[in-house]
Structures are given as C-alpha cells and as structure tokens.
C-alpha cells in the first residue's frame, strides 16, 4: 500500500505564488507516474499536471502550462507543484496521485489512470 500526503497548501493573493508537496511512503518502488489534480465542490476532479518515467515524460493541461511546474525526487518519493500568477478560479482541493507499475493504462489525464491518492490539501486565492 501506498500512502501520499500532500502539504503547502493554503491562502494566497491571485497573482501570487504557492508550492505544493507530496510526500510517499509505503510501496513506491513501483510508481512510475505522479500527478496533481483539483477539484472544486460540485464539479469533476480535473487533471493539472502529471510527470512519469523519471520525468521524461512531463504533461501539464493548458490552463496551467507557463505557470505551473511539476517535478518529482524518485529517491525522497516526493512530488512537487509549483503554482505562479494564481487565479482566483484556481482555488480549489488539490489532489496528489500516483500510479503503480500493475494499474491498468488509462488516459494519462484522467483520474482511473491513477490508483493512489493523497487526502487533499486547500488551496485558495484571494483578489
């Protein structure tokens, strides 16, 4: 079993900066891709970025490309997102997850490609 708790989350003004990180432990010898997704209440967890293959593939949805960045340490078994210029319409839940060698392949964004999830963290933005 694998366990992902998230940290850094929290208040920041729209235009300001905030990097989250996740944190592994358990099996993660067989991860081999990590992602963050968010998600706002009444709405569809929505992909944001995901990294694989010890960052030889990195993927990130348009809306965030040029403002976020996503890197990984596979020897500490963190994840990390690195959020600037902030929207308002980007507060929300933000989810680490990752997937392990055995998971069945599904489209790298959605959510059923991943098979661990952490609990969640808060980010919210503030005009």
């Known amino acids: 079993q694998v366990q992902l708790v998230e940290s850094g989350g929290g208040l920041v003004q729209a235009g300001g900066s905030l990097r989250l990180s996740c944190a592994g432990s358990?099996?993660?010898?067989?991860?081999?891709?990590r992602a963050w997704f968010r998600q706002i209440p009444g709405k569809e967890r929505e992909f944001v970025a995901s990294?694989?293959?010890?960052?030889?593939?990195?993927d990130y949805a348009d809306s965030v490309k040029g403002r976020f960045t996503i890197s990984e340490d596979n020897a500490k078994n963190t994840v990390d997102l690195q959020m600037n210029s902030l929207r308002r319409e980007e507060t929300a839940v933000y989810y680490c997850?990752?997937?392990?060698?055995?998971?069945?392949?599904?489209?790298?964004?959605?959510?059923?490609?991943?098979?661990?999830w952490g609990q969640g963290i808060q980010v919210t933005v503030s005009s």
């Open positions: 990294i694989r293959w010890s960052g030889s593939i990195i």
């Open positions: 997850a990752a997937k392990r060698r055995f998971h069945p392949i599904h489209n790298k964004r959605s959510t059923k490609d991943y098979d661990c």
């Open positions: 358990g099996h993660a010898n067989s991860i081999y891709a």
